[in-house]
């Protein structure tokens, strides 16, 4: 392809604490095709997983990677979103995307995360754009990993960021997340950038995914178990008492 360009950076997140790694890089970012105004691509890796992402400006190509999306959707039943990354420059765009709008606000799908009620209130605010259902992953994995009311109300994942849970439920590291403070505001961004924010999306993917699979624990029952039908109100309850703490 004309213009095309190779570029592979790696990382080694052996160094970031955890036991998952080794001496083995984890994580890196290729470039695939920048030669394009509307949009550019990449491969990011994690681990053995390779997400093709997209970053772009324009209200055409988020509507045609949507598109692709609902395809595999409508033919799957589930939305397989986690081999795919779009990441969409808000302060470049030439309007914000109602087909965006419509993903968001759909109820059929979770947005998950780790301070996730912030992101989408500041997606609310500053953009008017309105997600109909998200999930904490510091709650969600409280709850899951819990047995009694007791264990999730004074769980410590409540408070605990991406990097840490990632760690305890899927035992893999995340790289210091030392690129969230530089300048989301240019007009290209910088592969770490993209790796960053990729990885961000992804990990917060396979915690949801896991979690959301995984069977409640009610092995111990040294008090009242904690049940499906009652989670929603205790969980509304804690997650507003500690949502302002999340790491």
């Given amino acids: 392809m004309a213009g095309q360009s190779v570029q592979k950076v790696e990382n080694d997140s052996s160094t ?16 695939g095709d920048k030669s394009k ?5 990449y491969k990011v890796f994690y681990y053995k997983d390779t ?9 055409s190509v988020v509507d045609q990677w949507l598109a692709d999306l609902y395809k595999q959707y409508t033919k799957q039943s589930c939305c397989v979103a986690d081999k795919r990354c779009l990441i ?16 968001l606000g759909n109820d059929k799908f979770i947005f998950v995360g780790s301070g996730v009620h912030a992101d989408a209130y500041k997606l609310m605010v500053d953009h008017g754009l309105m997600v109909a259902r ?9 709850y899951k990993l819990a047995g009694t009311f007791k264990d999730y109300r004074d769980s410590r994942l409540h408070k605990t960021g991406l990097k840490n849970l990632v760690k305890d439920v899927l035992q893999q590291d995340l790289p210091k997340r030392r690129y969230l403070l530089s300048n989301w505001e240019r007009g290209v961004l910088r592969d770490e950038q993209i790796e960053y924010a990729c990885l961000d999306a992804f990990v917060s993917y396979k915690l949801g995914v ?17 049940k499906d039908s009652e989670f929603p109100e205790l969980k509304k309850a ?9 790491l």
């Fill in 16 to 31: 970031n604490g955890g036991s998952a790694g080794g001496d083995k890089k984890n994580t890196g970012i290729e470039v």
């Fill in 37 to 41: 105004d509307t949009h550019h691509t």
């Fill in 51 to 59: 997400i093709f992402t997209t970053v772009t400006h324009r209200a």
């Fill in 88 to 103: 969409f420059q808000f302060a470049y765009c030439d309007q914000v995307p109602k087909s965006l709008k419509d993903f």
């Fill in 134 to 142: 998200t999930e904490e992953l510091g709650s969600l994995a409280a």
């Fill in 210 to 226: 896991d979690l959301m699979r995984r069977a409640k624990n009610n092995n111990r029952q040294p008090e009242m178990v904690l």
């Fill in 238 to 246: 804690v997650e507003e008492k500690t949502k302002r703490q999340v």
